[in-house]
């Protein structure tokens, strides 16, 4: 709040506040002006854009993040140099991000987590330099080396456990379609991380990576592989969609419904994203070992670096760690789903994913004050509802992490209250019709139970009146 303060000039700095006051100086001279040319940089791209003309490039990433460079926005993005990815600063949040998880894990469970899956992505990675990556590394107990002057990332140096004081975790990449296709650099990089730590010599319980190394490439071995390709396959740790494709393999079957019971989207996430990649391994499927990385995970890490979006309304989120979840039941493994929020970088908070959905429901989606916003914004307005609604019955279906008293919730709110159903049939059709296919469908599926019996005989009364 001090800070703030000072910054906008509500106080003043003391005379003796000397490297205060070279601060504040610095942000008046090259932060302020440039921030305040954004509205209208803004504008004059999109004009000049839709005429025809020249839109002067620039760098992409989040301001938030310490990205001065970035400003003014209104310019044509351009990526961040993938060859100095991680940066120092997405290495320091990495770092403690991955303490804060590890920290949550030990006191909720009273011991270290062994295995984790985590989700890296193409986009979080373009606006953080790379925070989802160095947080896998450091979980792994692995620090990158920067190249001094250019600031490029030149391998990685592995920490001894003594300085670790703890366990090293066993972490699978769970990448996405643009990250594997927009930095080949950084899977080699992990790629050759995993492989070092693997070949430490360490007792299992300080190095499970190893030890499941081990296990598997005698398994492997065992079936008739020769020993470097087993060795090679044991220790594939990153994994995603085939070569050329994206996504997790659910985005038909929950868009239109064609699905039984969870078990077929857990199947259709493991085989979408059963391709391993590293060296040697460019999206060669490997089906078995998938299914371990999965079925033996204590838990998945999700990171959440913005608050522009959220589990409810982000159908990445929903089917990347929904269908993580459906698939480890498939497995007979029940792992912890961590949503971490690194939308404030002095104050990464891991939750669970139930936690961060009844957080959602709770402060944007089923309040007042956010729906009265989206009325101001009419048809797009009502799609926001409708996708809202979409997030919580997908996450319901996929990972339990919606409950019924919180369908009601939005029930409640954009269909028992009059005045929005209202507007909503009238602003948009299309969306109300969808709000009431999904609310029917929950109902059908058993993932909700309304706490009206007339619940049923009224979703199908609207829908006769929006017909």
Same mark, same amino acid.
């Given at each position: 709040?001090?800070?703030r303060?000072?910054?906008?000039?509500?106080l003043?700095?003391?005379?003796?506040?000397?490297?205060?006051?070279?601060?504040?100086?610095?942000?008046?001279?090259?932060?302020?002006?440039p921030?305040?040319?954004?509205?209208p940089?803004?504008?004059?791209?999109?004009?000049?854009?839709?005429?025809?003309?020249?839109?002067?490039?620039?760098?992409?990433?989040?301001?938030?993040?310490?990205?001065?460079?970035?400003?003014?926005?209104?310019?044509?993005?351009?990526?961040?140099?993938?060859?100095?990815?991680?940066?120092?600063?997405?290495?320091?949040?990495?770092?403690? !991000?991955?303490?804060?998880?590890?920290?949550?894990?030990?006191?909720d469970?009273?011991?270290?987590?062994?295995?984790?899956?985590?989700?890296?992505?193409?986009?979080?990675?373009?606006?953080?330099?790379?925070?989802?990556?160095?947080?896998?590394?450091?979980l792994?107990g692995? $620090?990158?080396?920067?190249?001094s002057?250019?600031?490029r990332?030149?391998?990685?140096?592995?920490?001894?456990?003594t300085?670790?004081?703890?366990p090293?975790?066993?972490?699978?990449?769970?990448?996405?379609?643009?990250?594997?296709?927009?930095?080949?650099?950084?899977?080699?990089?992990?790629?050759?991380?995993?492989?070092?730590?693997? !070949?430490?010599?360490?007792?299992d319980?300080?190095?499970?990576?190893?030890?499941?190394?081990?296990?598997? $490439?005698?398994?492997?071995?065992?079936?008739?592989?020769?020993?470097?390709?087993?060795? $090679?396959?044991?220790?594939? $740790?990153?994994f !995603?969609?085939?070569?050329?494709g994206?996504?997790?393999g659910?985005?038909?079957?929950?868009?239109? !419904?064609d699905?039984?019971?969870?078990?077929?989207?857990?199947?259709?996430?493991? /085989?979408?994203?059963c391709?391993?990649?590293?060296?040697?391994?460019?999206?060669?499927?490997?089906?078995?070992?998938?299914?371990?990385?999965?079925?033996?995970?204590?838990?998945?890490?999700?990171?959440?670096?913005?608050?522009?979006?959220d589990v409810?309304?982000?159908?990445?989120?929903?089917?990347?760690?929904?269908?993580?979840a459906?698939?480890?039941?498939?497995?007979?493994?029940?792992?912890?789903?961590?949503?971490? /929020?690194?939308?404030?970088?002095?104050?990464?908070v891991?939750?669970?994913?139930?936690?961060?959905?009844?957080?959602?429901?709770?402060?944007?989606?089923?309040?007042p004050?956010w729906?009265?916003?989206?009325?101001?914004?009419?048809?797009?307005?009502?799609?926001?509802?409708?996708?809202?609604?979409d997030?919580?019955?997908d996450?319901?279906?996929?990972?339990?992490?919606?409950?019924?008293?919180?369908? /009601?919730?939005?029930y409640?709110?954009?269909?028992?209250?009059?005045e929005?159903w /209202?507007?909503?049939?009238?602003?948009?059709?299309?969306?109300?019709?969808?709000?009431?296919?999904?609310?029917?469908?929950?109902?059908?599926?058993?993932?909700?139970?309304?706490?009206?019996?007339?619940t049923?005989?009224d979703?199908?009364?609207?829908r006769e009146?929006l017909?």
């Amino acid at each position: 709040g001090l800070v703030r303060d000072l910054v906008v000039s509500i106080l003043i700095s003391y005379p003796e506040w000397t490297r205060t006051q070279e601060g504040l100086d610095l942000l008046r001279a090259e932060v302020a002006p440039p921030l305040a040319a954004s509205g209208p940089a803004e504008m004059a791209a999109l004009l000049a854009g839709l005429d025809g003309r020249f839109v002067a490039p620039g760098p992409g990433g989040s301001p938030a993040r310490g990205r001065a460079d970035v400003l003014p926005t209104g310019r044509n993005l351009y990526a961040i140099d993938p060859r100095a990815v991680p940066t120092p600063s997405a290495w320091a949040l990495g770092w403690k !991000g991955a303490d804060a998880v590890l920290t949550r894990h030990l006191q909720d469970q009273g011991d270290w987590p062994r295995q984790l899956v985590v989700d890296c992505w193409g986009s979080p990675t373009l606006r953080t330099g790379g925070e989802e990556l160095a947080q896998a590394l450091a979980l792994m107990g692995v $620090r990158p080396l920067w190249e001094s002057g250019s600031g490029r990332v030149t391998g990685v140096e592995v920490l001894p456990a003594t300085v670790l004081g703890r366990p090293r975790v066993d972490v699978t990449l769970r990448i996405s379609g643009l990250f594997r296709d927009m930095f080949p650099a950084q899977l080699a990089l992990f790629d050759q991380a995993a492989r070092k730590i693997a !070949g430490l010599e360490e007792e299992d319980a300080v190095n499970p990576l190893a030890a499941a190394v081990r296990i598997d $490439r005698d398994a492997l071995m065992a079936g008739g592989m020769s020993p470097g390709t087993a060795e $090679r396959q044991a220790t594939a $740790r990153i994994f !995603g969609a085939a070569a050329g494709g994206y996504g997790t393999g659910l985005t038909r079957r929950l868009a239109t !419904g064609d699905w039984q019971a969870r078990e077929e989207l857990g199947a259709a996430y493991l /085989d979408s994203g059963c391709h391993a990649y590293g060296l040697d391994l460019e999206g060669v499927a490997l089906p078995a070992l998938f299914r371990r990385r999965v079925g033996l995970a204590d838990a998945l890490v999700h990171i959440q670096d913005q608050r522009e979006t959220d589990v409810l309304d982000n159908d990445g989120m929903t089917q990347f760690e929904g269908g993580f979840a459906a698939a480890a039941d498939l497995l007979g493994n029940q792992p912890i789903l961590y949503h971490v /929020d690194s939308a404030e970088p002095e104050r990464v908070v891991p939750r669970t994913l139930a936690e961060e959905a009844a957080r959602v429901v709770r402060g944007r989606a089923a309040n007042p004050r956010w729906i009265e916003g989206q009325r101001r914004h009419g048809h797009s307005g009502a799609a926001s509802l409708a996708r809202t609604v979409d997030g919580a019955v997908d996450l319901a279906a996929l990972a339990g992490a919606v409950t019924s008293h919180q369908v /009601d919730s939005l029930y409640d709110a954009y269909v028992a209250d009059g005045e929005t159903w /209202d507007w909503l049939a009238a602003s948009n059709p299309d969306a109300a019709r969808q709000i009431l296919d999904r609310l029917e469908e929950a109902l059908r599926r058993g993932l909700w139970h309304p706490r009206r019996n007339s619940t049923p005989e009224d979703l199908a009364r609207l829908r006769e009146e929006l017909a």
